[in-house]
């Protein structure tokens, strides 16, 4: 008995690495490799063997197609690549990153074996009229469906899938002729497949207990229904990813609201992995309040912000007004825009056409500043050429720290912001940017502030006497 274990991603964390070390463990006498998909970019999975691929699968023949999804659509790709890149062994499985091996898998690669067996499969059957796919898979005749979050092929199954997706390039003429074809999904094309050629077939509830074997709900590795032994379960996901899916239909605001689902679904996560995703909703949200009470519990726990080097970082922000331009028509709402993990795309806040308009932060404490870096609007730069840059202890009493009255631009660039060392480091805990010049709308992409939050004993010492 031959076989290479697949354990098929395409990012990786903490939890994914769990998944797959238990995929791994359930098949011991395998090839044991990640099949990894790096069209964004490489990824680091430690020690294992990986089957790299991008969603260029030219090489053999296929086309990238439905474009911009062409990989989920055609995952029978990356099983014809692991058969071409491991060519001659008996069977192939393959395991998806969201499913969870409860059981050892030996016995049942055994039993493919004996029984010279092609497949083993979910929920194999004739495709229904009412199935989201049944439009694609009326390509085929007599088509058939087979769920593939993991599924066990041998190596004639798999050349099969190749030579029809071959066949249907021809017949289409989909990579002289591009689109729209009838061009089925994988489930639909592998159980066709599978069904017409009178292959073999056994299915997982043979072997294991698959009532937790679905599209939904979204599980984790700490619930007790994820890891009952025997079993096959899906879709088993990571914290973080977990927390992002739950922040699409519910406000991060809820995470700290008893009884709501966000807290209830969340409550048994380990709070530095859910963390993240928590905060970049707050900062989409600019929900300064939300974005207060998180810190306080990063704190306790002792994380750090992403963004320690920027004082500024998602620290509450004003703006002197708002506009029928500003993204939302809450002055600190909008001026939050301009402080959050990257600059805006046109601008982070906008404020109404006045003279002497500002943005200011709040460092909420006593800091040492010594630079300043600002992004300027991508348009309408030249509305921001000449400013003052403030500091104040109280919010009410302002310090000149720069004036800039020459002609020359402000950088609209993310990536050279303009940026300005401070002759002497001061001590403040607000900063204030404010326009000079006539009436004219202010808008800015980014302000990054940089110092210290640890002040020295003289600066304590001074700070202490001004608030006195």
């Known amino acids: 008995m031959s076989y290479v274990a697949a354990f098929r991603a395409y ?123 049944a439009l694609d898979a009326s390509a085929q005749d007599d088509p058939w469906r087979v769920f593939i979050f993991m599924a066990v092929f041998s190596g004639r199954a798999i050349d099969a899938f190749a030579a029809e997706r071959l066949r249907l390039v021809q017949e289409t003429g989909l990579l002289t002729r591009p689109g729209p074809v009838l061009w089925p999904i994988c489930e639909s094309l592998m ?78 996560e380990p709070f530095r992995r859910i963390c993240p995703a928590l905060l970049r909703a707050f900062l989409r949200e600019r929900d300064h309040v939300g974005l207060a009470r998180l810190r306080r519990r990063m704190a306790a726990e002792g994380l750090a912000m992403p963004s320690e080097t920027d004082l500024a970082f998602a620290k509450p922000a004003r703006t002197s007004s708002v506009s029928v331009f500003s993204h939302h028509q809450d002055a600190e709402r909008d001026a939050a825009g301009a402080n959050g993990l990257e600059a805006a795309p046109e601008f982070g806040f906008h404020t109404d056409r006045e003279a002497d308009a500002w943005w200011m932060v709040d460092l909420l404490g006593p800091c040492v500043v010594d630079e300043a870096r600002i992004v300027n609007r991508r348009h309408e730069a030249h509305r921001f050429r000449f400013f003052v840059i403030e500091s104040s202890d109280d919010g009410l009493n302002w310090l000149e720290r720069h004036r800039k009255e020459e002609e020359s631009d402000v950088s609209n660039n993310p990536d050279a912001p303009w940026a300005l060392r401070f002759e002497a480091p001061f001590v403040a805990r607000f900063v ?37």
């Open 11 to 133: 990012y990786w964390d903490e939890d994914v690495a769990e998944l797959a070390g238990r995929f791994f463990a359930a098949c011991p006498g395998a090839r044991q490799v990640v099949l990894l998909n790096e069209a964004k970019g490489p990824i680091d999975v430690g020690p294992f063997e990986i089957v790299s691929h991008t969603d260029d699968f030219s090489v053999l023949g296929f086309p990238e197609y439905p474009l911009g999804k062409s990989l989920w659509y055609n995952a029978d790709y990356a099983f014809v690549l692991l058969r071409n890149r491991l060519p001659g062994y008996d069977h192939y499985v393959v395991c998806e990153s969201d499913v969870a091996v409860n059981l050892p898998l030996e016995p049942m690669m055994r039993a493919a074996a004996a029984r010279d067996l092609d497949a083993i499969i979910h929920d194999y059957r004739p495709v229904n009229p009412t199935w989201h796919w």
């Open 191 to 268: 159980g066709t497949v599978l069904h017409a050629g009178g292959f073999r077939v056994a299915e997982f509830n043979e072997f294991a207990d698959v009532s937790g074997f679905n599209f939904r709900p979204h599980l984790t590795l700490r619930m007790p229904r994820a890891t009952e032994p025997g079993s096959l379960v899906h879709p088993v996901i990571g914290s973080a990813r977990l927390t992002e899916e739950l922040l699409r239909e519910h406000p991060p605001g809820d995470f700290d609201r008893p009884g709501s689902v966000l807290q209830e679904r969340l409550c048994r």
């Open 432 to 468: 204030r940017i404010r326009r000079l010049g006539p009436p004219e709308f202010f808008h800015l992409a980014r302000v990054q502030l940089f110092g210290s939050r640890s002040l020295p004993v003289a600066a304590q010492a001074a700070s202490a006497a001004v608030a006195a």
